[in-house]
Structures are given as C-alpha cells and as structure tokens.
C-alpha cells in the first residue's frame, strides 16, 4: 500500500512538474474539508491566470506549470504539504485561504527562501507580522472592509448612528469591527452599542432583544460574521423587525444563502469585483466568463478574485526582477503602488504586504436581489497600528 | 418593552432546543449506558434531509417542500431511521463491549455521517428558508417573541409530557424504564432488549430531526458542522441533570439555556466575548457540589 502511494506521488510529481524547464506554482490547499468551499474557487482562478500567461508566451520565456498537496482543512497538514511541494521543486508556493491553516505551509516556504502568497487570507499576520518577509496576501484586509463599510454608509447613506454586532468566533470578524471601529467615530458618526454573539449560536435573541431596547433604532448594524452565522444573525434581525441598514465584511458575498432570509433588503457587503454581471470594469465580466468556461458555473463568491490577482502580481514581479528569487521576487513586489489589475490597483510596501486600503464595489441586497451601488475607497488607508490592534 | 418576560422567553425558547436534545441524549444513556456522540450528526443529517443532494452553492428544497403535515411525521421517521439503522449496524455489535469502547464508536459514527455528508453536500453552508413566516414577532405579556419561540417551548414541554406519560403507561415504557434501573435485571424477568434499545433509539432519532426542524426555522442554514454544538450542551445538560435522568436532563437542558441567555443579558461587554466560559465554570461548580447531578436518578451509576 505504501509502495503504491509513493509511487502514486512520484507519477503525479513528474506528470504535473513537466518539463524541468517549467517554472513550478505549489498549491497547498484544501481540496477536502470546511476550508476547500474557500480554496477551490481561489485556486481556479489562480490556475486560469496561468493559462493565460502561458498561453501569453509564459514567463521569463518558460512555461508555467503547477503542483498540488492536499492539506485537508487540518493545520497539521499544512506544513507537510508545503515541504512536500517544496521537494517536489515549486519555486513559490500558493497556501489556503486562512492564516491560521496557511501559516505552516507558508513558514515553510519562508524557511526555502521562496515567496508565498495567502489564497484570500485578510488578517495583517498573513504576510510579514505573522510569516516573513516573503509572504504576502492577495486580498483586501478585513479592517478596510470594515472601514470602507463605515465610511461608504457615512458618506452615502447619512448613517449618524452605529450598532455592532461581533461574531466571536474568528479573528476574520474581529478585523472588520477593528476597521469600523476606527472610521466610524473618526468620518463623524456616533456608536450606540455594542453586542457580541458566536457562529454556532443556536439563537440571538438576547442580542436581538438589546437592539431593540435602544430609545431610536441605529441608522446602521455592523455586523462582522461569516455564514452561517451571518445569515442566521440577519434572519433572526430581520424577523424581530429591525430595519437598520446592516453591514458586513465580504465574507457573506454571494447570493446562495439569500434564501435563508427571503425578500432581504438593506444588507449591504464591500466586494473586490461584482460576481452578478454587473461591475462597471468590463475585466472583470471577462474573468466571470472565463471561470464559466473552466468551471461550468459563475463563481459563486467574489473569493475567486484574490486567486487571479495573486498569479497576475507575482509574475509581473517575475518578469521585472528577471529572476525566481524570493528576496528579489519580494523587493519588486514591495515597489508596487498602485500597480493595476483587473479588479482594481493593489499597492505594497516594505511595512505591508497586503492592501490596507483599496478601491471596493458596494454590493447592495434590495428584495433579494444583490447589486453594484457605487464603490469607494477609504479616504485614509488603515493605519498599521490598527491593523495590529 | 417589559425587561422581565423578555428574558423569560429568550431563556425558555433556548433552552427548549438544549433541553430537546438532552432528552435525545439520556434516552440512549438510560437504556445502554452509552453517551452517543454521533447524535448532532444525527441533527445535521436531518437539517440536510431537507434539500436536494448536489454539492451546488444553492440549495434546492427536496423535503423541505413539502407541506408541514407531512414534512413533521416524515422528518420525525427519518430521523428515528437514521438512529436505527446506526443502532443496528453499529452499537448492535458491541453490545457487549465495554462502554468506552461504544463512546469512542459513537465518535467514528460522527464522523463518517458528517463526512458523507461532506461528500454528498459540499463543504460550502446552505440557506434553506423552512416556515419563514414563525419568525413574526407576536406581543406576548409585553415581551415580543417571534412565534417559533412560543412553538419550541410548547412542543418541547409536549414532547416532554408525551413521553413521560409512554414510558408511565404503556408497555415498552415500563421496559424502557426497568432497563434503566437494571438492565441485566430487567432482561432475566423477560424484558426483549432489542424492542427497548430500538424504541430507545427510534425516540432519540425524532428527537433529532425534531431540533433539527426548529434549528432551521430559526436560523434558515444547513452547515455540517451544526449539530456539534448543540451536541456538546446537551451532554452536558444530561451530565449535570444526573446521567439516566430523563426529567433531570430536560430541566438541565432548561437550565443551562436560561444561564447562557441571563449571562449574556448580564455580563459587561468586556466579558460577554467569555460567556461560555462563565456558563462552564458554573457547570464545574455544579459538578463539584452535586457530582451525582442534580437530579440523579436512584440507580445513578459511575460516570465514565
């Protein structure tokens, strides 16, 4: 059996390393378990922008291939897949969606002197604070979805007064509450209260029940979670009649749990790219498109986005530093200001590998029915001292 | 808005689901001495019973079509089969295995229900919006209470009393009841293990797919992770009411869901982020003070 299996290895190595010329993405990713509803979407977008480049003539005039281990949703398997890539020859390595399941993976990488790069991870530890100086994180932290959240709803929507609602449960919530938090007094609007709740909560009544104990209902209820609590959080509000504007990271973006509260109105989340048809940048119904033809289904969820851009950044900076080398892969990286993709510009520096501000679509649910309503990017980028708060 | 029945019913709705599934806990417990592990599985199984198998984003409703008068009576079987058939395939064997060794299997049981399920649904959490319109909130002394808070409370209390009364009058009750006491006993003066284990299960089962109607109607998602939580207070409602209390896991079920809601209601917000803690601190207080439970039965037996 064992004889079978590193057999089983060395066959899937070669078939996938290709020629020895190829340069070698790693996937450690969760192709089972919880966390592959999140990784798989991200990770065939990050293989459709490889086809692209080869398709484009490769880089560095060499064709891009890509290898894959399995971590199985389980922090223990993370590191032995991220070594396992790394014998396997992959010159950078690709880790799951979350810090906390990529972080192994990613220190192991950081350890070969290779780049990494988190699939969708939004907490400021996926990258240098938490990793090295290596790593980076193809998404927008979860502080500026949090601000953007409470800035837009300022600024567009009059909002004065703020209720929040944090789901304990992950660091992810905390961020966005951290984020709306910080923007929310400082663009001139008042916090009225303050609850927290967990995901697995079979009821929030009693939250529900503070809410309502308030003399006027808050103009707006941030409320940081992720489904399913998220949506049972946003059930439970809309029946007890509250009808505050509520806000959420883009973790809920997606209309596949919009049946849990039938007719929804006045739920409102900050996307990277709009996934109904409807974004304004035409790039980004191209790569709707694309992940059709590969998938046989539009993604699902905006966290396809972050896999592409990953892809498209990391070679750019390939090709400018004419090399594989994490150090110098990283110091082109670190230059980038503003540098554009397809779902918006994306800076980092030597401080932050990770977008501490960016350009968001404002995805609005009106009976049911989700859409773009503008977009916005935070007047002042998230402070780090924030971030790290 | 009035404070006090507020609480109440926040409280009582809660604690109706724990207690719920506490009753589906001790039920096992009573008759076999085995702590089932794999019974949020079991409430899961159930939430996803609802809609069409396919590991698509959105769920299309399959049972969960159907209207109440059929859906109510189909779930309940289904979950009284699903325990059944686990009872026949897996505990049937060990019967005579120490009860570690049943405790370890109820966890495996878990697992292969929850991955099959995994397999089958995807990983990905669904929305299913089952009876949308028990959310309404009704006006009650004061206290405005969503409808299905006033249908858990009166069914599990409904439920409580049906089955008090099947294991006072009826046959198999006083079977289940002597198996209970003294399970050896109770087989040498006639009583048929199997027709009581089966009935046990079976009771369990409905209690399962019972929760797992009200956790959906609540929260309108299906997440395969679900049913571990609930799982896990309601085996500790049936340890602190006294393993083999049926009464007592029901009024700890009661009790446990009341604390979690008074110490949300309570606690500054520095803290509430630790309720849980505080909720199990006060159980290990318990424990301390009563290891037998609070309401142990006369044959309370060692705990594992």
Partial sequence: ?389 | MNAVPQLFFDAASLGGIYAMAALGIALIFGVMNLVNFAHGEYIAFCVFALIVPSSDAVAVMFLGKAPAILLIPVLLAFGALIAVASEYVVFRQLRNANPVAMMISSFALGFVIQNALLAVYGSRPKAISLWPDLNTPVSVVGASVPLLQLIVIITTLLVVSVLALLLKKTRVGLEMRAAAENFTMARLLGVRANVVITGAFALSGAMAAAVAMIMVTQTGVADVRMGGQIMLVAFIATVIGGLGSLPGAVAAGFLIGAVSVVLQAALPLEARPFRDAFLYTLVIVSLLLRPQGLFASASAKPRV
């Fill in chain 1, 1 to 389: 059996m064992k004889c079978l299996a590193t057999a089983m290895t060395i066959s899937l190595a070669t078939a996938g390393a290709g020629l020895a010329d190829d340069i070698t993405v790693g996937f450690a990713i969760a192709k089972s378990g919880w966390l592959e509803a999140y990784d798989t979407p991200a990770t065939t977008a990050a293989r459709i922008r490889i086809d692209e480049i080869n398709a484009a003539g490769g880089l560095l005039g060499r064709h891009i291939s890509w290898i894959e281990a399995d971590t199985k949703s389980d922090q223990a398997q993370s590191a032995s897949a991220g070594l396992q890539l790394i014998d396997e020859g992959a010159d950078m390595l690709v880790v799951n969606c979350d810090y906390d399941f990529g972080a192994p993976a990613a220190l192991a990488a950081e350890g070969a002197g290779l780049n990494s790069f988190f699939l969708c991870a939004e907490d400021i530890k996926a990258g240098i604070q938490g990793v090295g100086p290596n790593s980076f994180s193809a998404s927008v932290l979860a502080a500026v979805q949090g601000a953007t959240m409470a800035e837009w709803s300022l600024g567009e929507r009059g909002a004065k007064t703020g209720y929040v609602l944090l789901d304990t449960t992950i660091e992810y919530n905390k961020g966005i509450c951290t984020g709306f938090d910080w923007m929310f007094p400082n663009a001139g609007g008042d916090i009225v209260g303050r609850d927290t709740f967990k995901n697995g909560d079979a009821s929030i009544a009693s939250q529900i029940t503070r809410i309502k104990a308030l003399e006027t209902e808050p103009d707006v209820i941030m409320l940081c979670s992720y489904i399913p609590g998220a949506a049972s959080a946003v059930r439970q509000i809309r029946a007890a009649g509250i009808n505050s504007l509520i806000l959420n990271g883009s973790a809920v973006d997606g209309s596949y749990w919009l049946d849990a509260t039938p007719n929804l109105s006045g739920f409102v989340v900050p996307v990277q790219g709009s996934i109904y048809g409807d974004d304004p940048r035409s790039d980004v119904e191209a790569f709707n498109m694309a992940y059709e033809k590969a998938t046989g289904s539009r993604p699902a969820s905006q966290y396809a986005y972050p896999g592409y851009i990953l892809i498209d950044l990391w070679a750019k900076a390939v090709e400018r530093a004419g090399s594989l080398d994490g150090a110098a892969v990283t110091a082109e990286l670190e230059k980038m200001r503003d540098e554009p993709t397809a779902f918006g510009p994306r800076s980092f520096s030597d401080a932050i590998h990770h977008q501490n501000s960016a350009e968001m679509q404002i995805i609005e649910i009106k009976d049911g029915t989700p859409g773009v309503a503008g977009n916005w990017r935070i007047s002042t980028p998230v402070p780090l001292e924030v971030l790290l708060n």
